[in-house]
């Protein structure tokens, strides 16, 4: 089973909520921020060996795709839908919960463990 980490310290989630319970970073909800901070697709893109330069300012992976930069196949096969120009239900589900601006952190940790584990892959919570 393929584990992907979750930095926490660099984690970008809850889009615009006012309640701070809901959120976590700074900036935009992208792959990479202009801020340094990612959202939790952007974290995994990154351990799948895509460079920080061809994330930052990229909303989602079939933007990403779009933009015709070279993506390793175990990234598209999860990641991409087959047509390759829109994003696979896990990305999909993923930056539901990710952006969700009515959860607590903790729940939107469970979400994305609960979606990953789905498609057998294990989340590690790196908190600090």
Known sequence: MKTL????????????SADH???MGKGVTDLLNLEGFQCCIGQ?????GIPDSELVGEPNPA????SGK????????????????????LTRELISINDDTSITVEDKIKGI????????IELEVIRG
Do not use: H, T
């Open 63 to 66: 933007m990403l795709a779009k």
């Open 21 to 23: 319970k809901c959120r």
């Open 70 to 89: 070279k993506l390793p196949e175990e990234y598209v096969k999860l990641f991409l839908a087959d047509c390759l120009s829109d994003n696979s239900k």
């Open 44 to 48: 995994f893109s990154s351990q799948f």
């Open 5 to 16: 980490k979750l930095y926490l310290n660099k984690w970008r989630c809850g889009s615009y």
């Open 113 to 120: 463990e609960r979606i990953l584990k789905e498609n057998e």
